[in-house]
């Protein structure tokens, strides 16, 4: 709700200011106003969102919990593609885009985290930005045919993932 009521005085603030500044000369007043309007509209909208998050985090909707069981899940299936000594390419292919579909959400749930801290958020979101766009590059590799390319970048994504799981279970 205070995020809504934030929208609405950010909204009317801004449009109140842009009326007043045109005029000539300018309602300094009236946009001064307009200004601590769009103030108190966003110190509300910055409250609501973290509330948002606070609830998200409580309710189980995303947090540590879901996002180490997705990664160790990820983890888990990517341990079983690298066992397989003569890799089936396009068995391979579509058991990493099953791995790769369970993590696209990842990003949306881990917005809780930023409730510890945005250093941390920073942190768990760039490995495992590392850790996708690695996996990404094993998926094209294996598409086009080049084993070992698709199993360097499998292994990095791997070890980025691992390292994902790390810093979440560190903190």
């Keep these: 709700m205070k995020k809504f009521i ?3 005085l950010l909204t009317a603030g801004l449009i109140g200011g842009a009326i007043v500044s045109a005029r000539n000369p300018p309602l300094w007043t009236a946009l001064g106003g307009s200004l601590a309007i769009m103030g108190v509209g ?3 909208r910055r409250q609501g969102e973290r509330e948002a998050l606070h609830q998200s985090a409580t309710q189980g909707r995303g947090g540590k919990e879901e996002l180490k069981r997705t990664l160790e899940n990820a983890i888990a299936e990517i341990e079983k593609i690298m066992k397989e ?3 089936d390419l396009e068995k391979a292919r579509e058991h990493l885009g099953k791995i790769l579909e369970s993590l696209d959400t990842f990003a949306e749930k881990a917005q809780p985290l930023r409730v510890e801290g945005i250093k ?3 942190e768990v979101m760039t490995s495992f930005s ?3 766009r ?3 590059r094993a998926w094209s590799a294996y598409a086009d045919g080049y084993i ?3 199993d360097t970048y499998l292994e990095s994504g791997y070890a980025q993932l ?3 799981l790390k810093l979440l279970s560190s903190n």
């Design 6 to 8: 934030g929208n609405i």
């Design 42 to 44: 966003i110190l509300l």
């Design 130 to 132: 590392k850790a996708e």
């Design 120 to 122: 941390f958020y920073g």
């Design 162 to 164: 691992k390292e994902t």
């Design 148 to 150: 070992k390319e698709g």
């Design 85 to 87: 000594k003569d890799k």
């Design 134 to 136: 690695h996996l990404n």
